[in-house]
Every structure is written in structure tokens, then in C-alpha cells.
């Protein structure tokens, strides 16, 4: 993501095979990784859109969000404590304030898993309705973004805390989720870690892209850790990303001059990538499927007003950054064919790879693997 | 299927997590139920209509069906006995009265399974065509269904003893299969004889049928063993089982005043649902193809006369029914689903789920895993 | 592929399940035979039309094969020396005399495999251009037919020997490609060496072929060895296979009267079928693609003086071709299906299939599993 002299790759090469393609290090990550860290699940934004109950499936488990009858988000086993029949499901959702209602024999939750009714079970011996709640797993709200943990090693502050400023420049907590884009991915996560890790690639498979923002205006703020990335310049001429570089929404309030006039791109180890423009908040939530597949789906946030105003038309963002999306993708899938091939042996990275390397090193150390880092040219 | 009082689950609770996933519990299945069982595969009728040889695939197997010419229903393996291809296919059927012919190399069986002729076979020194039979699976007919075995625990008449009265009453032999159809549902063989077992779903899940025969109307016939169900009782000003509430075919000739006002449900383990209507009888032929996807297939017999009629419309019960088919794979698939997910936990069932209990102490018993039969409430 | 009385196949029988299911033997094949074979994998010509650079897969090896600046074919791993990226796929193709650069980050090598250019990698300390070259595999051409091999136990001409007179004669380094078929088929690839290897199921399965080259008029060149088959007559009134039985090209300008009243038809194991007409040379390439699934692309190669006349017109070969093949394809199908069923047992071998047994011989010889080529009647 530089062309700074001094930044450099040290050394580095690109991961070894088996990194995607072993379903036993796909287990470790499981455990080390995914496991152990917090993981973006969701705007709260998106959660009022689909009448206030929000399926979704991560690291293979399947949640249902809510926000309970005192605001609080929760996300509770989207799993009935009767026969286990799936609770809400895209064409099972929730009316606005009401209950969670089985589909399959009525039993029916308060919005904070408590068990509100249960038909036909009163006949039932040593039935207590109260050991039938649902089961909570732990939630946080930051900035607007919903994260869930299972046994986090960190707080969610201290996670975030090298962003602390992005998100309170971007007020991501008071802007609208205007379209979402999902994706299905034929490579694994961690190529779409790096693909997001450097813009080497950018001349040859994103012309239009890198019209509006140059490969060489890149600069790294956040160079090693969970959280990498930093700011590219805008070209002269051009207000945001979009397909003709004019405006989409309107600037955001809390953004001084030198903010206006760039985009900047963070990835947030292992389950989100954030890019922030002058008008608008872009993120990428990643959800490992397979050893060899990820999903991966977008949301497009801008300022209220500037949705309300007549003129406002999103496709200009959601197109553009879609372009973009499947032109990443393509590459990805690409490398990920070929890294699974007999004939891959891995490469070293240029100096333009220098994040690329830090996400490696960050990888490699929080799966406990220090030795692999070692993996060097003599 | 009850809401007398009476009736119990027992304290029992629904299937672990493994029963719905585990492919070595599959394999004991295989074992120790579906090779040891009365596996009902057709009715006589159905080879008829289709120039006299069905194939059938049934765990796993490939065989054919065929009417011999002194009239006997015999099962063949569908494989050629020179060099393995399949006889019958829906693609290679066989014209009425014709012999088996290989489409490979034209060997030609007869439907005793004998090999007739075998082209440029005399020059093989030792070729004995007596050698080269078709071989043959056990088949026994009973109420004009053909059912198949391997090891039977006890004969056709013992294991349908419970419905002799049945049988006899609706003459299933003389009835003529009007429609078939087929379902692939993504959930355990077992979780579609739960939903078959208890009318607790019905008032959700089924509207339609909640007002032809109203759930409080189901008593237990048969509440032990490999046979279970009983009566409900149709709604006043309803005929049958129809999109209507009117009358498809004909009162079938038997029938009592009393049983021309109910419909009849049984499961018989593990292969097959009946279910009597005053004029017609359904029958769900279960087929496990893997430890989480089930076929489905159903037939609709009605009485000759009732065909031959005018006026005579099977659609107003294939129509209801597959209606109550699918909301029933719905919510099995979604209880697959949900039971498959980490977060599942078995609950109690109610009083009205009796006979779902009755249906796993008996899987449990024939499975020899007695002790899981006791997983109950302390 | 003869009826000639002193042929007989020798008490031989079909082969095991577990040669056409077992994945063991599957990989037992990959280091035994498809490691120590040559194989072939192009015609010359294709790699002209495609702008010099040809994507194939070949054994789950990608490779992609080149025209060097001084003529030679090569065939190079088709996967990035940077960060593993396949660099020509169907949609990143060459044009023609360009070198290959990697859709990714646009390192480019040239036809000998040379890393010409390598973006921002001056600054890598110790980074040397000639370590990352493209891997080659080692290739021939022979007849204008390119093969790969990785360790064979005997030189290209020496395999290719008892063939020697077969490309002279039908020169096919000078034919042109016309057209392309691929298939996809759901049996082992053994399966179709079998099926091409006897005409016993000519008259039943494919009646528009048997009556342009009858069976009875099949007589075996090659009886033993690698490389197995023999010419076939065409029937009176007939100048080649073709819908009609017309001439579709002019007669090859080598051939004899004699060869030019026959179809001459060989297995070259493991790789290829070759069948030699009086105006064309129709070629299969056979390729695993697991241990029931095969991928099969035909190649017509017409001359090319043929081919520039006005009323060319090579549907009438590709038409016909087409049907037979899907004939084949079917039966071998069903030969697949009912192979792998439980009722399978192999049967004995008609005289009509010796050269089926031959194919069997060598296959066994090649596994070195001698012992089990003695699977006979007592
Ligand atoms: S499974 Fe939810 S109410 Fe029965
Ligand atoms: S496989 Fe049936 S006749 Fe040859
Ligand atoms: S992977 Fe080929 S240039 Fe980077």
C-alpha cells in the first residue's frame, strides 16, 4: 500500500500452500483465530430494516440479532429449545416489535430469549419455562457495528482502539445502510486479506480505480497488529469513489480538509475490511464458508440527509465499488487456483507488499505459528 | 396425535444432535433397521403402467421390478450379469410381456430371471447360461403393496397384524395408483415420522388442514411397536380430505358409517406412511438417500369405479396435499437445520407428542441402544 | 473387435468393483501409469488458433503450453512465480508473439519461461530475476501430436512404434483442426478403453455406425502391448463415416486403395484414441478427472486443402461422431452405475472381446498387480 523507499516486505514471501488448502490449519484458525477474536456481524442499522429480527450464519453457526424491549442488541442461537427447529429465516421474519415465534409448533420468545408461551405444555411434569430461554451469545455495539466474541483476548475498545478516531470522524453510529451486495468467493479469506493489503495490483486490474486514486498516493498509518492500513489521495478532479468521480452523498459533518480529500482503507483482522470516503462508509464484513471459499458482503453507509435528498442516487458508489469487487475477486479466485496447484511455490513480495507481509506476520503469530513467519529467503 | 389427558410424552425429549448428522449412526441404521426390516417399495399397480418393469433404487440398491409370467412379483438386482450395466432405466423400459434386455451387448433375461441368449457367447469355452441368472432380491405382495427384505425379523403377516383390519377394510389391493408424486427433503428420514406423528404443528403450520380434521380430534390406535397412529375425525360438512372438503372419488365399498367420517394416519416403520380417506388412500414411501436427505414418494389410490367416472378430478386432493407436503418439509428441513447447529440442546416434548416418543423408544429399541432411550429429565 | 474364430478372449471376465469406485487404486493409477506414460494432451494446431498460448489440465496439473521464439512447444506450470496466480486461463489469453503476463501484479515472462519483468521488485534485496522462471514439464511432438511425460520407462518413439506407419501414412502433423468436441462422462476412464475396444455392442447401440463399418468386418493389428485395435471395413457403397457415408474431406493424399476402404482404429494407453478415416483422423483424448468421471475432447483433423474448398462442410463428420460418442457415453454410464451397485459381479468376456481382455492384460501388467489379471473361471 506504499511506494515509500522505506518501507519494505523484509524478506517476506507469500503463504505456503497448505495455508489454503488444509482443512486441519482451517480447524486451527477455528480454534486461535476465530474463536478468540471479535468479529463484525452487522450494522444495527440493518437490524431495524427486516422488522427488527436479523438471521444471519457466522463461523457456521446460525444467530438471530434482536434488539430487546430496552434497545440492547442481542444475538441468541437462531434455534428453538423445543424440537431445534430454525427460528427466524429470511421468509420467517419478525413483524416490528413483536415476539420470536417458532415456525414449527408456536413456542414463542420475548425479545430477550425469555420464553413467553409454550402451547400444550402445561400437562407437562417439572416443565419450568424458565430453564427454555434461548441461548445468548455475547454482543457489543461500536460505532454502530455489531460485534459478537466468543472468548475475546481483548476488549472491544482496546481492539478497536486504533481507530478509535476513524469512527468518531466517519459517526458511523448515525449513518444509514443504503444497499448491501453479497458475494460468494472461490478462494480463501486470507487472499482476500492481501488482495485488500496492497495496491500492486491496482494499475493492471483496476484501471478505473486507479484513475481516481493513484497506486503512488498511498501511505501506511497502521503498519503492523490487527488493524493495517492507511490513507490514499484522491486525484485532483475528483470528489469521492464513484463511476465519475463527482459526489454520491453529500461530505460528511465532522470531516476537516486534509480527511475530505482522501480514502482510507483498513483491514480489521479476521472479519472486516473498512474504507472511508469523503461521502460515504464503506465495509466489507468476510465470513470464512470453506477452506476455499468465503462469502463476503458489503455495506454502503451514508449520511441521512444526504439519502433524503432528491438527487441522491447510490448506484453510483454500488456500481463503481461492484466493478471493483469483481475485479478483486477474479484475481483472487485466480491465485487461489493456482496456489493449489502442484506447481505454486511461493514468491517474495516487493516492497509495494510491505502490509501484505504485517497481515502475514499477524496471521502467523496469533495461530501461534512464530515459526512460520521465519519463512524466508536465506 | 392426542390431547386426551391421559396421554403422555413420558418426560421423554427430542433426538440428540447425533441422530440427525452422524454418518457411523447411518451405518448402524443400515444394519440394524433397514437391513432387518419389511421395506415396502411399490404398489402392484405401478408396474402395470409402466410396460410391466419399474426400477426402483432403495438403500442404496438398484433393482427392478418385474411381473413373471405366471404372474408372481419377483426383484431383481438391475445389473447385467456380463459386464455390470444397468438393465431398466427410465430411459430403457421395458414393453408389456417383453423379456430384460441388456443395452449394452443385448443379453436378453426373462422374468423368472433367467439368461435367454447371450450373442457370440457359444465360442466361450465353459459358458454355462444357467450360470447367468438375474439375482434376485426377496419380494412378498400384501394388500396389493410389494414390500422387500433381507433378513427379516418376523413375517409380513406379523409385522402388519395391527393393520389387518385395515388392509381389508379399504381393499388396497383393488385400488388403482391415480397420481405419484416425488420429494427430495434435506432433513433425517426420522424427523419427517416425528412430523407425521403429532398434530401439535397443525394449527401453525397447517391452516388447510387444521379445519378439515381439527387437531383435538386425534386419539392413539396403536401407541407401542413399529405401527402407530389412530383416527381423527373430519370436521362437520367435510367429506374428505380435499382442497374443498368435498368428496374426489367415491366411498370406498367397505366402509362403515364410522369410518367413512374419519381419516386414518399410521407410520410403519421405517419405510412408509398410510393414511386412510373415505374415498381414497395416501401413502408416503419414505427412502433414506443420506443421514440428511430423505425421498418422498406418494400415492394416491382410488377405487376403479371412482376413476371411471366423469366427473372424476384427482387434482383436488393431489393439490391439497402437496400443499400439506411441502409446509411439512418446510419445517423438517428447518428442524434439521436448527438441530444440526452447534447451538441445539434437546427439549421435553408435550402430551401431544406422545407417539413421537412412542416412535423413538421403538427406533431406539430396534437401533439396540436402550440406554439412549433413557435420556430423560432426572 | 474381431469375430474370427481363433480369437477368444482366454476365460477372461470383467473387471472388479473396486477398479471403477476405489480411490486407493485411483492414486495407485496416478503414480504407476499416468506418472510413467507418455500422454498426450494437443494437437499442435490448436495452440495457433488460441494466439500461442493454450491453458490445459491435465492430471490436476495446470499447465500451459507455448510456441517458442524458435518454434519449440513447451509446456510451462500455468501458475505465477510471485504470489501463485494462474496467469493464461480461456478468459487471459495471449495474442500472438506476446509474452505471458500474470493477470495480478503483471509479471511477465516469455515463451521460454524467462521472467522478463518484474514491477517494483528492484528495491527487493537479493532478488534475482532468474530464479523466477516459469517451471516446465518436459514435452514432445510426435505426428503433430503434443505429449507430456514425467518419468516414462520408455522414449516417445519407441511407445509410438507399432504406430509408426499409421501417421505416416495419414500425415497428421500437416492436418488442420477443424473442429473440437468435449464431453463430459460420469464412468472411469477404463470404461471407455473398453468400450472402444470391441464392436460387440455395435449392432445394438449404434445403428447408424454398424451399418457403415459392420461389425463382422473387424480384424485386430495390435493384440497385445500399449497400443491395441485394427481396421474395420467400411460396408459397399460407403467412402467414410459420415451421416450420409460421403466423402466430408478430399481422400489424405498417402493413402493406398486398401487404406482407403478402411477406419482404422487404435487405443494408445492411457491417454488416446485414434481412429483413421479415408479424409479425416478423428483423435479422443481420455482424461481422468476422478475415479468416476472423465473428460474427453475430440480433435478433427482434415487436410487442408479439403478444408479450403467451397463446399467443406465438417458437420457431417462432427454430426455423426456426435451421436455415436453420446451412444458410448450412455452405455458406459450404465456400465459405471451398475458396476458400483451391490448386485454387481463380473462376468465372462465373449470371444468378440479380446482386445477388451488385452486392454485388461496390460492395464494389470502396468499396476503390477499380475496377480490379479488372473481373476478367470477355474
Ligand atoms: S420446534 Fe419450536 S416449537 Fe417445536
Ligand atoms: S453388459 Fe449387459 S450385455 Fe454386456
Ligand atoms: S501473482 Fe503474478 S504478478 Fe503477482
Redesign the interface.
Known amino acids: 500500500m506504499t511506494?515509500s523507499?522505506q518501507r519494505?516486505?523484509d524478506?517476506a514471501r507469500?503463504l505456503e500452500q497448505r495455508f489454503v488448502t488444509s482443512q486441519d490449519l482451517f480447524d486451527q484458525e477455528t480454534k486461535r483465530i476465530f474463536g478468540r477474536q471479535w468479529l463484525c456481524v452487522a450494522h444495527q442499522q440493518q437490524l431495524e430494516s427486516v422488522g427488527g429480527a436479523l438471521p444471519i450464519e457466522i463461523e457456521?453457526?446460525?444467530l438471530v440479532l434482536v434488539r430487546d424491549e430496552v434497545g440492547k442488541i442481542r444475538a441468541f442461537?437462531?434455534?428453538?429449545?423445543?424440537?431445534?427447529?430454525?427460528?427466524v429465516?429470511a421468509s420467517?421474519c419478525l413483524a416490528h416489535g413483536q415476539s420470536v415465534r417458532c415456525?414449527?409448533?408456536?413456542w414463542t420468545y420475548d425479545r430477550q430469549g425469555r420464553l413467553q408461551a409454550?402451547?400444550?405444555?402445561a400437562?407437562?411434569?417439572?416443565?419450568d419455562p424458565q430453564q427454555?430461554g434461548l441461548?445468548e451469545v455475547p454482543t457489543e455495539v461500536y460505532g454502530g457495528l455489531i460485534w459478537i466474541h466468543q472468548s475475546p483476548r481483548q476488549s472491544l475498545e482496546e481492539y478497536l482502539a486504533p481507530l478509535a478516531g476513524q469512527f468518531a470522524d466517519w459517526s458511523t453510529e448515525k449513518l444509514r445502510v443504503v444497499a448491501v451486495c453479497d458475494y460468494d468467493v472461490a478462494a480463501n479469506w486470507k487472499l482476500l486479506f492481501?488482495n485488500y493489503s496492497e495496491c500492486?495490483?491496482c494499475?493492471?486490474?483496476h484501471p478505473a480505480l486507479n484513475r481516481l486514486t493513484p497506486f503512488q498516493g498511498a501511505s501506511n498509518q497502521l503498519a503492523s497488529g490487527p488493524i493495517l492500513g492507511g490513507p490514499m489521495q484522491l486525484a485532483a478532479g475528483c470528489q469521492t469513489m464513484s463511476e465519475t468521480g463527482d459526489w454520491v452523498g453529500s461530505r460528511l459533518p465532522q470531516l476537516d480538509d486534509v480527511q475530505a480529500r482522501c480514502v482510507h482503507y483498513f483491514t480489521l483482522f479476521p472479519s472486516m475490511f473498512l474504507s472511508t470516503h469523503p461521502d460515504y462508509v464503506l465495509i466489507h464484513l468476510i465470513q470464512r464458508t470453506s477452506v476455499e471459499r468465503t462469502h463476503v458482503k458489503c455495506l454502503f453507509l451514508f449520511h441521512p440527509d444526504a439519502v433524503d435528498a432528491a438527487e441522491f442516487e447510490v448506484t453510483a458508489a454500488v456500481g463503481f465499488w461492484d466493478r471493483v469487487n469483481r475485479e478483486d475477486w477474479?484475481?483472487c479466485e485466480?491465485?487461489q487456483?493456482?496456489?493449489q496447484?502442484?506447481?505454486?511455490?511461493?514468491?517474495?513480495?516487493?516492497?509495494?507488499e510491505s502490509v501484505v507481509a504485517a497481515f502475514d506476520r499477524h496471521y502467523y503469530q496469533t495461530l501461534e505459528l512464530e515459526a512460520a513467519a521465519d519463512g524466508r529467503?536465506a
Request: hydrophobic share 25%; proline share 10%; with cysteine.
Open positions: 511506494a523507499p519494505s516486505a524478506g507469500a457456521q453457526q446460525q442461537r437462531n434455534v428453538c429449545r423445543h424440537r431445534g427447529c430454525q427460528l429465516t420467517h415456525p414449527y409448533h408456536g409454550a402451547p400444550h405444555m400437562g407437562t411434569e417439572g416443565f427454555y441461548l492481501q500492486y495490483h494499475p493492471g486490474v477474479e484475481v485466480l491465485a487456483a493456482g496456489m496447484s502442484e506447481g505454486y511455490r511461493p514468491g517474495p513480495y516487493s516492497a509495494l529467503d
